[in-house]
T-cell receptor, first 109, second 116 residues
Framework: GEDVEQSLFLSVREGDSSVINCTYT??????LYWYKQEPGAGLQLLTY?????DMKQDQRLTVLLNKKDKHLSLRIADTQTGDSAIYFC?????????FGAGTILRVKS | EAGVAQSPRYKIIEKRQSVAFWCNPI?????LYWYQQILGQGPKLLIQ????????DSQLPKDRFSAERLKGVDSTLKIQPAKLEDSAVYLC??????????????FGEGSRLTVL
């Protein structure tokens, strides 16, 4: 069955880069996503990548996809305190999204 | 543009009681999802509607959970009777077309359920 794994916690200093990693199991996933969840709020789509791409850049965000290893990463450049949140990796599986457990990003000033 | 609206935001009940959650998706979004997010876990899909028809309810515990989407707009999710393990945040999400084509789900803020 489908499964998405993420590391649970990442702590960085303000201004540094953050890299959040994710592995997934369904090689037929069409899209892979990164969602952000701030305290008390719903999930918000940050970015997504089509499965035939290796990289996607969107301002401070860079997504890298290694389809052979089923590995997805999200790099946040110049991390700010406002980036502190839970980041969820998700893969498309049929007509639904399957989410990982989330990575808590803590940014220290 | 108004987002996905959910109510109530918080609900505390005792086990074996019933509870209902309401969701109003973004106008024009044909696809509606209910996710369950247990503390420390990622959201898990409970049920997906396309207009007012059920597309996927394979992970919905049908002995106690039910959901409907009358007229293809608002939706309600009901739990009866509730168990302790139902304590979670219930997230409603909507999309213009089913996920897997474009991928953007819009989530509400969620309804936090505590079962004592």
């Amino acid at each position: 069955g489908e499964d998405v794994e993420q590391s649970l916690f990442l702590s960085v200093r303000e201004g540094d880069s953050s890299v959040i990693n994710c592995t997934y199991t369904d090689s037929s996933s069409t899209y892979l996503y990164w969602y952000k969840q701030e305290p008390g709020a719903g999930l918000q789509l940050l970015t997504y990548i089509f499965s035939n791409m290796d990289m996607k850049q969107d301002q401070r965000l860079t997504v890298l996809l290694n389809k052979k290893d089923k590995h997805l990463s999200l790099r946040i450049a110049d991390t700010q305190t406002g980036d502190s949140a839970i980041y969820f990796c998700a893969e498309s599986y049929g007509n639904k999204l399957v989410f990982g457990a989330g990575t808590i990003l803590r940014v220290k000033s | 543009e108004a987002g996905v609206a959910q109510s109530p935001r918080y609900k505390i009940i005792e086990k074996r009681q019933s509870v209902a959650f309401w969701c109003n998706p973004i106008s024009g979004h044909a696809t509606l999802y209910w996710y369950q997010q247990i503390l420390g876990q990622g959201p898990k899909l409970l049920i997906q509607f396309q207009n007012n028809g059920v597309v996927d309810d394979s992970q919905l515990p049908k002995d106690r959970f039910s959901a409907e989407r009358l007229k293809g707009v608002d939706s309600t999710l009901k739990i009866q009777p509730a168990k302790l393990e139902d304590s979670a945040v219930y997230l409603c999400a909507s999309s213009l077309i089913p996920v897997g084509n474009t991928g953007e789900l819009f989530f509400g803020e969620g309804s936090r359920l505590t079962v004592l």
